[in-house]
Nanobody
Framework: QVQLVELGGGTVQAGGSLRLSCAAS????????LGWFRQAPGKEREGVAS????????FYGDSVKGRFTISLDNAKNMVYLQMDSLKPEDTAMYYC????????????????WGQGTQVTVSS
């Protein structure tokens, strides 16, 4: 059974950095897309970044390009989201998600989800 556990949320001032971690277990097949999504109160869930485990190919949402970096440690079954130059509008609950195969950064395509970790950026 696939389990995803996010770590590393918190509160940071605008312009600061945070790194989120996601411990992924049960992914016996190497061909998964792991993604980070976020959801702010009253808004739809938004795709932030994704990485395909077999090739390392990455994809980013327009609002985070150039500021966020997704990375993978296959040996540790960990996926990371380095968030730099944070803005108040980045405030949201951040979720790690997984799906077998290659998928676009669309929440409905993912069938495994973590419980989420809160990121708050103060101005």
């Amino acid at each position: 059974q696939v389990q995803l556990v996010e770590l590393g949320g918190g509160t940071v001032q605008a312009g600061g950095s945070l790194r989120l971690s996601c411990a992924a277990s049960g992914l016996f097949d190497s061909s998964y897309t792991l993604g980070w999504f976020r959801q702010a109160p009253g808004k739809e869930r938004e795709g932030v970044a994704s990485i395909y485990t077999a090739t390392g190919s990455t994809f980013y949402g327009d609002s985070v390009k150039g500021r966020f970096t997704i990375s993978l440690d296959n040996a540790k079954n960990m996926v990371y989201l380095q968030m730099d130059s944070l803005k108040p509008e980045d405030t949201a609950m951040y979720y790690c998600a997984a799906v077998n195969g290659v998928r676009f950064l669309v929440a409905g395509h993912y069938n495994y989800w973590g419980q989420g970790t809160q990121v708050t950026v103060s101005s």
